[in-house]
């Protein structure tokens, strides 16, 4: 082997194209980006090079590993996991419901077992779920259903690269890109007078320096600077009040909340000049159009769910949404909060007026929001150690460590280990694999057909189903195959339905789709699971390595059968089915992604929920919040722990947990610590300093690094340390970096959301 070969970077949401060397014994020799992918076409960052270290992880697993009661390992065959598996959860499901089975998904790149893992859970009854998006995304999401009344997969953004004002709110795009070819494209704008870009963020980040302002927010305060800025707009009547009239409603009760607000007192509390946000406030109203890219800094931090809404009302009532550079909603091809087929579909649910409310589905032992069908992650340890009745009884995870990424790391190794059953499916042996009472071994992201499609890009989207570079391990199983064979194993399989499909493709596809439509059509039960019938059925007529693809024939149709104009315009031809079935093919062979949809700017205003195509600037809920600002900040520090530890900043080496040999990093070997000069001078403390970091949940040590970009009280340290080296070779144990969520609580969280304040945790420092 020598030839290079299309694939994907799997460390961040870009998932950029890349081009891979193999070496003869199936390592990867080099890694170079692929000018022919329809996204990055060619960019890669300084992470993509090291991609070995995932392929040749040391902790990869090769055979399936059962726990023995002594609790340690043994490997047994799939025919005995699979069958042992299966009946164990059809046991619980009998006695206890499905609804009690948990399914735990997450991870970068590995998106194609998802809706395969959907049909399985429907099978099983289960219907609680959790992501990383749901210690991330779903207080936006909430605002969004509210706002925009689009519950149908599609996510709300800005198009902050073609914005004449681009504002990062605690985001850090230098390092965590978030639009394609990023460094390249921030370098070039901050070079371009017509185009400001604004920086939020209480720290000088790497994306600061290259800003045309930063405004260093006093940590945890954004809501009162967002609430400020909108109050110089609205008092400045600097709101687009043609625009509002034609394409939203309620502007009148959202006047009064900020008609009001003492606008330098709230500048006082977020400790911004109060001329420098009136500036900003002159550049949104003067300028053509803004966008707002807000992430973890605010999403994961006090008030994020408020946040989450003032920047969009900050947006809308200002006339941003719907054009070049301002707020668009996505059109995916797969809702990934929620990857389920539910039969084929031609016209896209619509609501009418005041009689919009959403389903407010609580989980059974804490009562937490289901928001975009997650469970919040932090819920998870709770809704299992609990005497409660319909306390969760089995946990099935894929793909994500969430021992390592779920706030309060103890709680949740404690929960998975009491879970009647837990099972991990994964490719390296990793903190919750510990756990778990099976570990299931995949191929790597490398090894298999996969599918990049987390990019929420528009006005066009892009999908990306990679072909396999490697040949798998004979004594590995792809998630699809998994999925099936336990659907097998449970009898939910219809043989007839099957043997019906072969029979239909022999013939042509013609007859096939209509067999499927047909089946759809009289057997809608069917639906959820359609996905892995396709994968038995059609999955054998597709090339080599690529069976798992066949799942996304029901998306590819609903796709063209619900925006027909869309998937034309992006040069897929045909009508109906047929026009589906074409974009299913070019997606399958494509070799280097596939546009799958394009579109002019405004349809994002078709994609809104409202019959009559309206924002609602009402968001009732959250009202309460914005009057309780008036009472001011009050900083969760205190003399126990006086400083704010932001626990899980993204570095330029750092890659969530997909590298797990420490040695990747070409940096910040130990994860340090970083914390400002003064504060650092104050406490007697230099760089190169072993310390001790103590918050409520519990402590962590790692070496000091003074660090002149952080502010005054608040100390970070990187997302992605405190993996355990060599949990799967001979040498020892050694965990390199403090694991982030040793440190955080479980109970620190959003009201709404439930989401975590991982970026505000109270915390003290000392010399260890
Ligand atoms: N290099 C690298 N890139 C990545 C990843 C990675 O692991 N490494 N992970 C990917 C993933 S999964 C995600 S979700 C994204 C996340 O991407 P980001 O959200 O950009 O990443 P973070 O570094 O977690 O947080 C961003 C910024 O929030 C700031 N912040 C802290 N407290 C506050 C506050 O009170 N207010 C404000 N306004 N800002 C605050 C921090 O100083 C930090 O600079 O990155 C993706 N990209
Ligand atoms: N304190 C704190 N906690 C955080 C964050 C923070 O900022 N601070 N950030 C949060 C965010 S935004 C995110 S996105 C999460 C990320 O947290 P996780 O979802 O846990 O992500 P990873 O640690 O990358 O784990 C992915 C797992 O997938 C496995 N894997 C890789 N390829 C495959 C495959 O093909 N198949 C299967 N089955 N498995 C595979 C890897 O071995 C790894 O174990 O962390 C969250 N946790
Ligand atoms: S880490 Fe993200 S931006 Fe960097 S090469 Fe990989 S996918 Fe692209
Ligand atoms: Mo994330």
């Known amino acids: 082997m020598s030839d290079w070969k299309p694939s994907a970077c799997i460390l961040c949401e870009m998932m950029c194209g890349v ?28 992470k993509a090079g090291r991609l070995a270290h995932y392929q040749n992880g040391k902790d990869r697993i090769l055979e399936p590993l059962r726990r023995k009661a002594d609790g340690s390992f043994e490997t047994v065959s799939w025919d005995t996991a699979i069958a042992e598996i299966s009946e164990k959860l059809l046991s619980i499901k009998e006695i206890y419901g499905g609804d009690k089975i948990l399914y735990l998904t997450g991870g970068q790149g590995n998106h194609i077992s998802g809706v395969y893992g959907s049909g399985f859970r429907a099978a099983l009854g289960s219907i609680y779920r959790s992501s990383p998006i749901a210690q ?28 004449e004002v681009a504002i990062y709110l605690g985001k850090n795009p230098w390092h965590t890109h978030g639009f394609h ?61 043609p625009w509002m009239a034609k394409h939203t409603v309620g502007y009148d009760h ?19 000049e109060e001329s420098q946000l009136r500036l900003l406030a002159q550049w949104i109203h003067q300028a053509e159009s803004v966008g707002v890219w807000e992430d973890l800094g605010v999403q994961m931090n006090i008030n994020s769910t408020l946040v989450s809404y003032l920047h969009r009302l900050l947006l809308t009532i200002t006339g941003n949404f719907g054009k070049k550079g301002a707020q668009f909603i996505s059109l995916p091809l797969v809702n990934v909060t929620n990857p389920v087929f539910r039969g084929l579909q031609r016209a896209v649910p619509k ?6 409310s959403l389903p407010d589905y609580r989980t059974p032992v804490t009562g937490a929001r289901v928001i975009g069908s997650l469970i919040p992650c932090n819920v998870v340890s709770e809704e299992i150690l609990t005497d409660h009745p319909d306390r969760t009884r089995a946990v099935w995870i894929n793909g994500t460590n969430v021992v390592h990424s779920y706030a309060g790391s103890r709680n949740m190794e404690q929960a998975l280990r009491s879970a009647e059953l837990t099972v991990l499916v994964d490719v390296a042996m990793t903190e919750t694999a510990m756990q778990a009472d099976y570990v299931l071994p995949a191929p790597t992201q490398y090894e298999k057909a996969e599918m990049s499609m987390l990019q929420f890009e528009f006005p066009h989207n892009i999908a990306y189903l990679r072909h396999p570079v490697f040949d798998a391990p004979e004594t590995v199983m792809e998630e699809s195959e998994i999925y099936v064979r336990l659907c097998e194993a449970m009898g939910v399989m219809p043989d007839d339905v099957i043997r019906a499909f072969d029979l239909a493709l022999q013939s042509n596809e013609q007859d096939f789709l209509e067999l499927l439509e047909k089946t759809l059509d009289q057997q809608p039960q069917l639906a959820k699971i359609m996905p892995l019938i396709l994968y038995r059925t059609l999955g054998k007529t ?43 093919k070019a997606l399958s062979n494509s070799p280097d992604g596939t546009v799958i949809t394009d579109e002019p700017w405004e349809a994002s205003f078709g994609r809104l929920g409202d019959a009559e195509q309206k924002i609602h600037l009402k968001v009732p809920d959250l009202f309460p919040e914005i009057e309780a600002l008036d009472q001011g900040f009050e900083p969760l ?19 969530n947990g997909v590298y797990r040999d420490p ?42 690094e003074v660090n002149d970009r952080m502010r005054n009280g608040h100390i970070s340290i990187p997302n992605g340390g405190g993996l355990i080296n060599n949990l799967n070779t001979d040498q020892p144990l050694e965990m390199i970096g403090p694991s982030t969520n040793d440190l955080t609580p479980v109970d620190h969280r959003d009201e709404i959301a439930g989401t975590p304040w991982h970026k505000y945790v109270p915390a003290r420092v000392e010399l260890a």
């Open 19 to 46: 081009e891979i060397l193999p070496s003869e014994d199936n390592t990867i020799a080099k890694v170079k980006g692929n000018k022919n992918h329809p996204g990055s076409k060619g960019y890669v960052c300084n």
């Open 136 to 163: 991330e995304k779903t207080g936006e999401i909430w605002v969004n259903n509210q706002m925009f009344r689009s519950t149908s997969a599609g996510a709300v953004r800005s198009d902050c690269e073609n914005a």
């Open 181 to 241: 070819q990023c460094r390249k494209k921030l370098q070039k704008l901050s070079k371009d007078d017509n185009h400001k870009m604004v920086v939020i963020d209480p720290r000088r980040s790497e994306s600061a320096d290259i800003a045309d302002m930063h405004l260093a927010v006093k940590n945890g305060t954004d809501a009162w600077m967002l609430a400020a800025l909108i109050a110089i707009l609205v008092q400045e009547d600097w709101v687009d009040h």
């Open 254 to 272: 959202i006047k009064p909340l900020f008609s009001n607000i003492p606008i330098a007192e709230y500048c006082e509390q977020c400790g911004i």
């Open 351 to 356: 609501f009418s007026g005041e009689n919009f």
């Open 542 to 584: 597709l090339p080599k390595g690529m069976a798992a693809a066949a799942g996304y024939l029901p998306f590819c149709l609903n796709l063209a059968l619900s925006y027909p104009d869309a998937v034309k315009g992006a040069g897929h031809q045909g009508e109906g089915m047929e026009l589906g079935w074409n974009l299913f």
């Open 637 to 655: 520090t205190n003399s126990q722990f006086p400083f704010v530890l932001s626990s899980g900043e993204r570095r330029d080496y750092t890659a």
């Open 663 to 704: 040695t990747w990093r070409k940096k910040d070997f130990d994860c340090a610590l970083r914390m400002s000069p003064a504060d650092a001078e104050e406490m007697g403390l230099e760089s190169g300093q072993l310390v001790r970091i103590t918050t409520r949940q519990g402590e962590a040590e790692t070496v000091l």
